[in-house]
């Protein structure tokens, strides 16, 4: 299903629950900016313990293996992301 590139983490938007934080709120959509998806997808997401900077690391990780589980199902057709770029 096509989405509008919202982000629900525990069941406020993205920005609430990171109280504005611009950093992090940037780092959670890197998986989906590699691929250019940032507007394709809604996320909701739920995630506890380990702290900001430790959820925003799982949250990454979460939508990077959905993102690319999801893109294709085939290998040929999934995005390829060099082993010298972050997500």
């Known amino acids: 299903?096509?989405?509008?590139?919202?982000?629900?983490?525990?069941?406020k938007t993205a920005a609430e629950y990171f109280s504005g934080n611009k950093t992090m709120l940037a780092e959670i959509t890197d998986p989906l900016a590699l691929v250019s998806k940032q507007k394709d997808f809604n996320v909701t997401?739920?995630?506890?313990?380990?702290g900001l900077a430790g959820q925003v690391d799982a949250i990454k990780l979460a939508i990077?293996?959905?993102?690319n589980r999801g893109t294709a199902k085939s290998p040929a057709r999934r995005p390829r992301i060099s082993s010298g770029e972050r997500c």
Do not use: F, L
Request: no cysteine.
């Open 1 to 11: 299903y096509k989405g509008k590139g919202e982000v629900t983490i525990n069941d």
């Open 45 to 50: 997401i739920r995630v506890s313990g380990g």
């Open 64 to 67: 990077a293996w959905s993102t």
